[in-house]
């Protein structure tokens, strides 16, 4: 157990837009709502897994939605304490602690809110080890656990328990409400025991965030290069060096879907990349070959001060970096694939390590090439 | 306190089926399904509202979703039990009866299932006092009863209590969730005291079904005119006869929308009525004038048998009647009106009762002739 203070919030909220691959909201009003509910009522205890006993009670909480709607639509805070309060009331025992459900963005901070809220902990954990747009798309899933029964609710005061045979409606009928209730909505789901949260979820997240923050934090002061810091913190590869030429990007069914293209600079220069994106970034590729595809993650960092760049904020004429980083070892089976490999994503594209797409081609120089090269 | 058997929802499902003012849901379904529980668990016990105790629970059930789908996906009655009993159990405290919430259609008899699985009685009353399509359209809405806390239920098992902020939010969620669970669902709704029930609803609505739908058995039994016995019985008028031209439906958003063009027959030759329906029949208008308008009901009868027809069963050559009935007075104020008149459904035609139009027209013949004459 240790406290995660006002100032710790900043190293795990940049930590978390690099691994938010563009999406999971954007990560600094995650960021604001927990350093304002930290400065209300004190720092966050977060506890390892390990601590959990095995039948204590935890509840993720998280905020849902097109991350396009929710820079327009600040949540108060209130509202995610809500979610968690109707969960609990309606599993009718007390929930030790919360914790996030994605690694990446805003809802690597936003459980701090009702940590700090509520004087709960918060768990050294999530269920993603990064980023992804659907429910469904959490290591529990995998296991078994079911992500309800949930809560959703809204700023307005509606909110609503789901109760699905599996975690693919959990997303259908989230993912309407979340639409009827503006694009954004505030939910408490997955309740978990401590035993399934130590079998069934990535460990360490907050730490793992904290790290990488303090990564580019000390690059910066020390004139290092953070996109190598980026990379060298994350077993990550550089996989092209570019300025956006394109983008376009809609909000549909409750997502920011879209894609950027990239004119090579550098070693690049005459390249041309495309990063398609559903909320995070999803293949990366260019015209004759796929770089790297979910569930490895894509970064887009700035090229200058590796500023995490979100699928939202990304403008013309930006300068990048883009790194790939091997994702969970869970969601490269073919149990995993089957929920967030490119197929799923509506692309007939084979999934690959990205550390085998970098060996095997020959450009592994940024990283550790693999056993296949 | 009443039975009612087997044989009395015949009658009472006929009469559904002429409120139901062609939406609603096809009756049969709700009467097939009805009998089956009944033949199962024994007759119904039907109590009078006043029999019921200021603090008795009344947990209305019903269907929801678009008419033309649920004929093709008839419920098997345990998931109507599935959302009493999900209702139940987040109220915390026992329900002394089920209720329907329409007087028309499918509606009126499916909680005839709740009750005879469950073994409680049915009140004898209904919140609309006809058949509307949307949620929040129930008298209990107007004197300030809240939707909610509601259940809403599918057949593959899954569930959701919803708490809305006003009853326009729990249509909107609710419709949302009809549609991902396949455009039919099964809810419970509107839990109220026996207090609320006493005051806020239409009262006595079984007993009038039963007592139209005997009316049209007996006139074919006696070779009577079948649409002149409904007439009568209902405080109606004949306002077109006619033949099916034309219909037009699509299934959108949950509902089942269209218009039907009538071509006159007899005293209407020449003529030609257009009838626009969201579910139910809404507006009957000639080329130059409208003959009604909800939340006044619009029938259309076979002509020969008097067999109520649904929007979904109309088919071009039925030769039909139109009657028009006066809605239930609460409708008939301005903020009945906000809710259920024609410009809440987008028609720009101001509400008359029809018994004025009927009246001030001069063909109030089929009828008693309004003040206004």
Redesign the interface.
Same mark, same amino acid.
Not at 156 to 165: E, H, Y
């Given at each position: 157990m240790r406290r995660i203070t006002v100032e710790a919030l900043d190293d795990i909220a940049l930590g978390a837009a690099v691994l938010g691959t563009g999406g999971g909201g954007d990560p600094y009003i995650g960021k604001l709502m927990a350093q304002a509910a930290l400065r209300r009522h004190g720092d966050v205890e977060l506890i390892d897994p390990h601590e959990l006993a095995d039948d204590d009670l935890v509840v993720p909480t998280a905020m849902m939605g097109a991350p396009t709607v929710m820079v327009e639509k600040i949540p108060r805070g209130q509202e995610i304490v809500s979610a968690f309060q #109707?969960l609990e009331a309606?599993l009718g025992r007390p929930v030790r602690a919360t914790m996030s459900i994605e690694a990446g963005g805003l809802n690597s901070t936003t459980p701090f809110t009702v940590a700090a809220e509520l004087g709960i902990p918060l768990v050294d954990a999530d269920t993603m080890g990064r980023a992804f747009p659907e429910l469904q798309m959490c290591t529990p899933t995998l296991a078994g656990v079911t992500a309800t029964p949930m809560a959703i609710a809204d700023e307005?005061?509606?909110? #609503? !328990? %789901?109760?699905? !045979?599996d975690n693919r409606?959990t997303e259908?009928?989230a993912r309407? %409400?979340t639409?009827?209730m503006g694009c954004a909505a505030m939910i408490a789901i997955y309740p978990m025991t401590g035993r399934q949260v130590k079998e069934t979820c990535v460990l360490g997240t907050m730490t793992v965030l904290e790290e990488i923050g303090k990564t580019i934090r000390r690059a910066r002061l020390v004139h290092a290069d953070p996109i190598e810091a980026v990379r060298a913190a994350t077993d990550g590869f550089v996989i092209f060096r570019g300025k956006v030429t394109d983008i376009a990007r809609r909000t549909e069914t409750g997502f920011a879907r879209g894609e950027a293209a990239l004119a090579g600079t550098g070693d690049d220069a005459g390249q041309t990349l495309r990063v398609a994106f559903q909320n995070e970034f999803l293949v990366a590729r260019t015209e004759d070959r796929v770089l790297a595809t979910t569930p490895d993650l894509i970064c887009m960092l700035d090229a200058e001060t590796g500023e995490p760049i979100t699928t939202e904020s990304l403008r013309y004429g930006f300068r990048v970096a883009v790194l790939a980083m091997p994702g969970d070892g869970r969601w490269r089976t073919p149990a995993g694939l089957a929920v967030v490999g490119p197929g799923y994503f509506g692309y007939d594209i084979p999934y690959l390590p990205v550390e085998e797409r970098m060996g095997a081609e020959g450009i592994g120089s940024d990283g550790p090439s693999s056993g296949s090269a």
């Open positions: #109707a309606h307005k005061g509606n909110r #609503a !328990i %789901l109760q699905t !045979i409606w259908t009928f309407s %409400l639409v009827d």
